[in-house]
C-alpha cells in the first residue's frame, strides 16, 4: 500500500496516500460486480474513504446501476447463469419429516434411537431437557 504517516505522535495521525495508489484502488471499484467495501477492506482502507474516492474520480452510481439492469435483463442463453434472488427447492420428505421427531443418542458404545411424534412435541422437548440434565 502506497502511504506515508504524516508527521507527530498520538491517535491524531493521518495517511497520506499517493495519487497512483488512489487511482489503482478507484480503478479496482469500476469493475462491473465488485464491492467498495470489499476493495476498501483488501487494501486497508475505509469503505466511506473509497467511496468520496470513487465520487471524486466522477464514477456515478447511476453507472453502476445501468450496468446492473443490463446484466439483469441478459437471457442465460446470452450471459451469465448466476441465479439472483430466491430459488425454491423442493426437498423429499421422509418419515421423520411426515410428522415423526426422531433422535439417536449415542454414549460410548451405547446407541438410543427414539420416536416421537410430532403432535407430542412439547413432551418430547420435556423428556430431552431431563436426559441432558
Given at each position: ?59 456515478k ?37 411426515k ?14 434411537k ?20
Amino acid at each position: 500500500m502506497d502511504t506515508k504517516e504524516a508527521e507527530g505522535s498520538g491517535r491524531g495521525r493521518r495517511r497520506r496516500h499517493t495519487d497512483e495508489f488512489k487511482s489503482s484502488v478507484v480503478a479496482q471499484c469500476a469493475v462491473p460486480g465488485v464491492s467498495i467495501a470489499a476493495v476498501a477492506l483488501q487494501n486497508g482502507l475505509n469503505a466511506n474513504l473509497l467511496r468520496r474516492w470513487v465520487n471524486e474520480a466522477g464514477v456515478k452510481d447511476e453507472e453502476h446501476a445501468g450496468q446492473a439492469q443490463r446484466a439483469a435483463s441478459e437471457s442465460p442463453a446470452e450471459g451469465a447463469l448466476e441465479v439472483t434472488g430466491f430459488v425454491p427447492v423442493k426437498l423429499a420428505t421422509s418419515e421423520a419429516t411426515k410428522g415423526t421427531i426422531v433422535i439417536e443418542v449415542r454414549r460410548g458404545s451405547v446407541q438410543v434411537k427414539v420416536s416421537w411424534p410430532l403432535a407430542a412435541m412439547t413432551e418430547c422437548g420435556a423428556w430431552l431437557r431431563e436426559l441432558m440434565k
